[in-house]
């Protein structure tokens, strides 16, 4: 079921008032409950009302002011640190306004020049109807363009240049080990021949092979 929106005005119906603070009341001291038992946090709320000669506090008289005092033990500075009244919150929100809309200004008037560039090299000539403003605008654009693609041009040579160093190198210590390969090798071969390994090979003392040495 959707929830009708409520109107933020003053209600004029005294028994209808009530009933909403009551209710009001209620969700926003359950809704302190809660934040101060998920996120372990110290909170307080004193809650004044035209109906009741004393105000309603929460979680309690002496946990009000446990709350209080640790708030007055900080310095001026963090006791205003994120402290909005009426005239900064809405200074703040016009703020944050204005700068989303120069962002858009500025995304809208980047879309109107790409779109006068590309009429422009449709047409292989400057549309004459355009201001001077406008074609400043389309001046700059196009030398940022410009700037950009000749960064990644650079940035794509550069890495060219370094993958193939890195092949280069890579193709040169393989071709080394291959010759360090074929001198030991080589190298083996030479030792086996001047050693005469080839004369006699040795063998434990068996029944048919006098002194444990086979004859060549």
């Not at 028994?15 to 909170?43: V, W």
Request: aromatic share 8%; glycine share 6%; charged share 25%.
């Amino acid at each position: 079921m959707i929830r009708k929106k409520v109107n933020l005005a003053y209600i004029t119906n005294d028994s209808k008032r009530r009933g909403t603070f009551n209710r009001r009341k209620n969700g926003l001291i359950k809704k302190f409950d809660e934040i101060s038992t998920l996120c372990g946090i110290e909170a307080c709320a004193i809650i004044f009302s035209q109906n009741d000669p004393l105000p309603e506090v929460w979680p309690s008289p002496l946990g009000v002011q446990e709350v209080l005092s640790r708030f007055r033990s900080l310095s001026k500075m963090e006791q205003s640190k994120m402290m909005l009244n009426q005239e900064s919150f809405l200074k703040q929100k016009i703020q944050k306004g204005q700068e989303q809309l120069k962002k858009q200004r500025n995304e809208n008037k980047r879309n109107e020049m790409t779109y006068l560039m590309f009429q422009c090299l449709d047409s292989a000539q400057i549309i004459y109807t355009v201001g001077v403003n406008d074609l400043i605008a389309l001046s700059w654009m196009i030398d940022h363009n410009l700037k950009q693609t000749e960064r990644c041009i650079n940035e794509t040579q550069a890495n060219e240049v370094v993958e193939n160093h890195a092949e280069n190198v890579i193709g040169r210590e393989s071709g080394m080990e291959n010759n360090v390969d074929a001198m030991q090798s080589e190298h083996w071969s030479l030792d086996f021949t001047n050693n005469n390994f080839g004369d006699v090979l040795p063998f434990g003392n068996g029944d048919n092979v006098p002194n444990g040495l086979w004859p060549y």
